[in-house]
C-alpha cells in the first residue's frame, strides 16, 4: 500500500520562504505530486517530480530524493493568498495517485 | 476550455436515503476519477474510468456505492443507501489519459448525512 507523511500545519509570515516536507512508502512509484486546495475549493495542480532533483515554477519549486523517499514543496516570497491546503500526492502501481494528509499553510502580515 | 462541472454541488440526505452526483470533465479528457474526501483528509480515490471501462475501483465500498460512465464522457455516482460516514466532499477529476499526472478537479459535491 502507501502511505504519506507531511505535517499538518505550517505558519509563516508574508514575504518569506517556507518548505513543506513529504516523506511516502509505496509499492510502485511513478513519482510526486503537489496540490494546493484552498479552504472549500478544488485541488490544482502544482507540480511533479519523476525523477531526482529541483522543478521550478515561478515562486514554487519542488524537490524530489528517490532513494530517501522524500520530497517538498518550496514557496517563496510568500503571499496571503498562498494561504491553503497542500498536498503530496504519489503516483504509484496502476498509474494510481494516492494523495497524503496535507499541510494546511498560514500566512500572516 | 471549461472546467470540470459538477452538480449538485450542495447535497443533505437523512441516513439510508440514496444520493447521486453528477460529473462532467473536461473535453477530450479520457480518464475520469471520482474521490471522497472526508474533512481534514486528502482525497482519497474512489474510482478511475478510462473512457467508459473501469480502471480501480478498489476502494469503492461496493455494497453501498456505484458509479458509470456510460458513454464515456459524463459520469454519475451513487451511494445507496447512505451512512453517517459518507458526509464528505465528492471530487470528480479527469485527465487525458490514464497516467498523466496532471489531475484536473472540479468544485466538489458537499454531502451531509443526517
Known amino acids: 500500500g502507501q502511505s504519506l507523511e507531511q505535517p499538518s500545519e505550517v505558519t509563516a509570515v508574508e514575504g518569506a520562504i517556507v518548505q513543506i516536507n513529504c516523506t511516502y512508502q509505496?509499492?510502485?512509484?511513478?513519482?510526486l505530486s503537489w496540490y494546493q486546495q484552498h479552504d472549500g475549493g478544488a485541488p490544482t495542480f502544482l507540480s511533479y517530480n519523476a525523477l531526482d532533483g529541483l522543478e521550478e515554477t515561478g515562486r514554487f519549486s519542488s524537490f524530489l530524493s528517490r532513494s530517501d523517499s522524500y520530497g517538498y514543496l518550496l514557496l517563496q516570497e510568500l503571499q496571503m493568498k498562498d494561504s491553503a491546503s497542500y498536498f503530496c500526492?504519489?503516483?504509484?502501481?496502476?498509474?494510481?495517485?494516492?494523495f497524503g494528509t496535507g499541510t494546511q499553510l498560514k500566512v500572516e502580515l | 476550455e471549461a472546467g470540470v462541472a459538477q452538480s449538485p454541488r450542495y447535497k443533505i440526505i437523512e441516513k439510508r436515503q440514496s444520493v447521486a452526483f453528477w460529473c462532467n470533465p473536461i473535453s477530450g479528457h479520457a480518464t475520469l476519477y471520482w474521490y471522497q474526501q472526508i474533512l481534514g483528509q486528502g482525497p482519497k480515490l474512489l474510482i478511475q474510468f478510462q473512457n467508459n471501462g473501469v480502471v480501480d475501483d478498489s476502494q469503492l465500498p461496493k455494497d453501498r456505492f456505484s458509479a458509470e460512465r456510460l458513454k464515456g464522457v459524463d459520469s454519475t455516482l451513487k451511494i445507496q443507501p447512505a451512512k453517517l460516514e459518507d458526509s464528505a466532499v465528492y471530487l470528480c477529476?479527469?485527465?487525458?489519459?490514464?497516467?498523466?499526472?496532471?489531475?484536473?478537479f472540479g468544485p466538489g459535491t458537499r454531502l451531509t448525512v443526517t
Open positions: 509505496t509499492s510502485g512509484f511513478y513519482g
Open positions: 477529476a479527469s485527465s487525458l489519459e490514464t497516467g498523466d499526472y496532471e489531475q484536473y
Open positions: 500526492a504519489v503516483t504509484g502501481g496502476g498509474n494510481k495517485l494516492t
